[in-house]
T-cell receptor, first 112, second 115 residues
Framework: NAGVTQTPKFRVLKTGQSMTLLCAQD?????MYWYRQDPGMGLRLIHY???????AKGEVPDGYNVSRLKKQNFLLGLESAAPSQTSVYFC???????????FGNGTRLTVT | DQQVKQNSPSLSVQEGRISILNCDYT??????FLWYKKYPAEGPTFLIS?????DKNEDGRFTVFLNKSAKHLSLHIVPSQPGDSAVYFC??????????????FGTGTRLTVIP
């Protein structure tokens, strides 16, 4: 049982480039989330989804887009990367709205 | 402004002793609180939670205490073991209008258990 899988694990981008981070979960969870973690700060919610075909903004959504075309996948896109988006990105999922989140192992993104 | 605060960036404890990690929050609407543990190069893993209708929840060596009037919670680990060495994140939940679990995280406390 893989749980929550994030790809890639590491990525270096130049300012202005675009990329997509993929999150896949095999637990049949309805809810999926994207967080970012920066030094000296807690994890902050970027976007989330309450089911296939739905997305919503979290605390820090600017500069990111998401899609949930399939229940098991949640994609995070950066259309024009900026150095401020250098961070570690975590995807998470949960079955119920108020149940503990299961996290992936993160993607370390550096934007130069 | 940070709604969940962990004011101690680090804590060192001798093996076998009690570890106490603290967390404060500012939003009185939070009604569900969790602790996550994180090892390097891994994602956070759920440790223990507590609902606002309780003031204590216990799971083996781990106990979480909630003081709603003080907006404070703490995690007790007894006895502490070297394998407990990790970063511990406190998180608080406020269900959004869509029912999603919007978790707000503290900045984490790095616990080191000395053998």
């Amino acid at each position: 049982n893989a749980g929550v899988t994030q790809t890639p694990k590491f990525r270096v981008l130049k300012t202005g480039q675009s990329m997509t981070l993929l999150c896949a979960q095999d637990m049949n969870h309805e809810y999926m989330y994207w967080y970012r973690q920066d030094p000296g700060m807690g994890l902050r919610l970027i976007h989330y989804s309450v089911g296939e075909g739905t997305t919503a903004k979290g605390e820090v959504p600017d500069g990111y887009n998401v899609s949930r075309l399939k229940k098991q996948n949640f994609l995070l896109g950066l259309e024009s990367a900026a150095p401020s988006q250098t961070s570690v990105y975590f995807c998470a999922s949960s079955y119920f709205a108020n149940s503990p989140l299961h996290f992936g192992n993160g993607t370390r993104l550096t934007v130069t | 402004d940070q709604q969940v605060k962990q004011n101690s960036p680090s804590l060192s404890v001798q093996e076998g002793r009690i570890s106490i990690l603290n967390c404060d929050y500012t939003n009185s609407m939070f009604d569900y609180f969790l602790w996550y543990k994180k090892y390097p190069a891994e994602g956070p893993t759920f440790l223990i939670s507590i609902s606002s209708i309780k003031d204590k929840n216990e799971d083996g060596r781990f106990t979480v205490f909630l003081n709603k009037s003080a907006k404070h919670l703490s995690l007790h680990i007894v006895p502490s073991q070297p394998g407990d060495s990790a970063v511990y994140f406190c998180a608080a939940s406020e269900l959004s209008q869509t029912g999603a679990n919007n978790l707000f995280f503290g900045t984490g406390t790095r616990l080191t258990v000395i053998p």
